[in-house]
Every structure is written in C-alpha cells, then in structure tokens.
C-alpha cells in the first residue's frame, strides 16, 4: 500500500514538473533571436554609415559605433527594458558590445543599494569578469604559440 503512494505522488509530482517547465520553439526562438541580434546589426551599421556622412573617418566612425551602442544597452539595461528584449530575442541580445555592456550594467545597477564599493565595487563584474579573465589569458596562450610558431620559422 505505502509502495502505490509512493508511485502515486512520484506521478503528481512528475505531472507537476511538466505542467509547470516551459515548452520553447526552437525555430521561432531561432528566428527571434536573428531578428534581435540583426536589429542591433543594423542599429550598428546605421551609426556608422550617419558618422561617415558626417566626415568622420573609418575608425573615428566605429569608435561613436562602439560608445552609442554601449550607451543604449547600458540605458536599455537601466530602463528595466534590455531584460524585456533578452525574454524575447534570446541569444540575440549577445552582440558582443551591448550584451558585454548589459552584463557589466546590470550588477551594477542590483547592487547599488549595498554601497560604492561593497555593492558595486565588488559585483560589477560578477558576470563579465570570467569573459575578460578568460578572453586575456586565451589571448596571451595564443600569442605565445604565435611567438613560437614565428621563432620555428613555421610562420612569417
């Protein structure tokens, strides 16, 4: 009798569990996030191309590129609205620059409250922290191994 009861709540308990885990479209969420993850694209080409029509040059054009971006995540981020889009376009709002920004932006703006340096100080890069660790140390391995490549004469 305990043994049907056990069986019982394990399949109340199973039936639960798959009423409340959320089914995901993998093709629409693959589209959204393409939208998403275009839409800033475009936002990025539409800057530089107005910062090239203002006489500004290749690289002075992807430096306002690079700063207006991070300012709208970091808005977008403050504005309670980047969380909005990330619910709706996924991986699309990991474009390099806003999502860095977004992850940098938003610890900050969480532990505001716990102070200037306990609260952001200490968790501003909670989320972004591994990236840059990981980025720089995988940067210096492989300009080592470009170093020694060049010293073997197998590169140039």
């Given at each position: ?5 056990k ?13 409340v885990?959320?089914t995901h ?9 393409f ?9 990025g080409?539409f ?9 500004l ?19 977008l981020t403050g504005?309670?609205?980047?969380q ?15 999502g860095?920004a ?10 505001k ?13 909670t ?5 840059i ?9 492989l300009g ?10 197998v590169?140039?």
């Amino acid at each position: 009798m305990a043994d049907a009861a056990k069986q019982e709540k394990q399949q109340e308990y199973q039936d639960y569990v798959k009423h409340v885990t959320p089914t995901h479209n993998l093709f629409l969420d693959m589209c959204k996030a393409f939208v998403t993850g275009g839409a800033f694209c475009v936002a990025g080409q539409f800057i530089l191309n107005w910062c090239g029509r203002a006489g500004l040059d290749k690289e002075a054009a992807g430096s306002w590129c690079s700063l207006l971006l991070v300012l709208a995540s970091v808005v977008l981020t403050g504005l309670n609205l980047y969380q909005k889009l990330a619910k709706f376009g996924g991986a699309g709002t990991l474009v390099p620059i806003t999502g860095f920004a977004n992850s940098v932006a938003a610890p900050a703006i969480e532990f505001k409250k716990e102070g200037q340096v306990f609260g952001i100080g200490c968790k501003i890069f909670t989320i972004a922290g591994p990236v840059i660790l990981y980025g720089a140390f995988t940067s210096w391995v492989l300009g080592l191994g470009y170093w020694i490549l060049k010293l073997c004469g197998v590169l140039k």
